[in-house]
């Protein structure tokens, strides 16, 4: 059994998999799951698990070379999107587009990681690096 860190089975295997340039999509309990993308649903209860963990936790474990964001993550929910950009590493390349742009390109992520936050615009595309 695993003793400490993330322990999701599907979570894990999704992480397993990912490859130099893959996305993975942090969400919000409402970000749509586009058809044929799988979906990782975390969320228990309203709040629970909050974007900022579950963010916090996957940084943990990969190698990301750049995350984008909505622009509305700027000033709609400023005060989230600055503790997310703080949990980023240092110099990690940042990108914005519009929301309704954002879905579209969670439309070519390897899965949608769905956390129980009810913040709105508390989403990040991560592209995922190589360790090597």
Same mark, same amino acid.
């Given at each position: 059994?695993?003793?400490?860190?993330?322990?999701?089975?599907?979570?894990?295997?999704?992480?397993?998999?990912?490859?130099?340039?893959?996305?993975?999509?942090?969400?919000?309990?409402?970000?749509?799951?586009?058809?044929?993308?799988?979906?990782?649903?975390?969320?228990?209860?309203?709040?629970?698990?909050?974007?900022? $963990?579950?963010?916090e *936790?996957?940084?943990?474990? %990969?190698?990301? @070379?750049?995350?984008?964001?909505? =622009?509305?993550?700027? &000033?709609?929910?400023?005060?989230?999107?600055?503790?997310?950009?703080?949990?980023?590493?240092?110099?990690?390349?940042v990108?914005?587009?519009?929301?309704?742009?954002?879905k579209? $390109?969670?439309?070519? *992520?390897?899965?949608?990681? %769905?956390?129980? @936050?009810?913040?709105?615009?508390? =989403?990040?595309?991560? &592209?995922?690096?190589?360790?090597?």
């Amino acid at each position: 059994m695993i003793k400490q860190g993330i322990f999701h089975p599907q979570l894990l295997r999704v992480l397993g998999e990912l490859r130099h340039r893959d996305t993975l999509v942090i969400g919000d309990a409402g970000l749509p799951v586009p058809k044929g993308v799988e979906r990782v649903d975390l969320g228990w209860k309203a709040g629970s698990p909050g974007y900022l $963990e579950v963010l916090e *936790a996957l940084l943990h474990c %990969l190698v990301v @070379e750049e995350a984008l964001f909505a =622009n509305e993550a700027k &000033t709609v929910t400023p005060a989230f999107h600055k503790k997310a950009l703080s949990l980023l590493p240092e110099g990690l390349p940042v990108r914005y587009v519009p929301h309704a742009e954002l879905k579209r $390109e969670s439309e070519h *992520a390897k899965a949608i990681v %769905l956390t129980g @936050e009810f913040t709105g615009y508390t =989403n990040v595309i991560l &592209t995922c690096g190589c360790a090597y």
